[in-house]
């Protein structure tokens, strides 16, 4: 099947793929600024909730921050006891990240949040819609995950 490549000003997928996400990001910091949660932390107690146990330096990797910067963010936010490192037992060299109980009430909204931008942003589709939508959007995830030519 050969490309569909229309006036790249007029329907350029990149460019409203980003300009879709700088939206739903742009919502979800409003409304989670009202937490008291910065855009960083938001992220943070995301992926550890997805993810518990992760070892820091893969945390950061999937942050897309310098290992750095993560430190000085978990600090932070274990000062907030929302989070703990602990100590891997098989290599001491390894620390890991859960989110502490304390900071459920602040996940749990968290996922309240995103779910009404999720259904506003989706508001006038049709289950077809947005069946294709997802679909289309797995297909350009895996058509650019391989390896750059």
């Known amino acids: ?3 569909v490549l229309r006036d790249t000003v007029i329907a350029n997928e990149a460019f409203l793929i980003h300009e879709v996400a ?16 910065t855009r960083s932390q938001w992220r943070l ?16 990797e999937m942050l897309e921050i310098a290992p750095m910067s993560l430190v000085h963010l978990l600090d932070r936010m274990e000062k907030k006891k929302w989070c703990r ?13 859960y989110l502490d109980s304390s900071v ?8 309240s949040i995103a779910l009404d ?15 294709t939508l997802v679909m289309l959007l797995q297909r350009l995830r895996d058509n650019l995950s391989s390896s750059p030519k």
Request: glycine share 4%.
């Open 45 to 60: 107690l995301r992926t550890v909730r997805r993810n518990p146990g992760i070892r820091q330096t893969d945390l950061a």
């Open 85 to 97: 490192r602990e100590t891997d037992k098989k290599d001491k060299r390894v620390k890991r990240v």
């Open 22 to 37: 700088k939206y739903y990001v742009k919502h979800f910091d409003t409304r989670a600024r009202k937490l008291g949660l």
């Open 104 to 111: 459920e009430p602040y996940t749990g909204r968290m996922r």
């Open 117 to 131: 931008i999720r259904k506003n942003a989706i508001k006038n589709f049709t289950r077809k819609d947005h069946d």
């Open 1 to 3: 099947m050969k490309p």
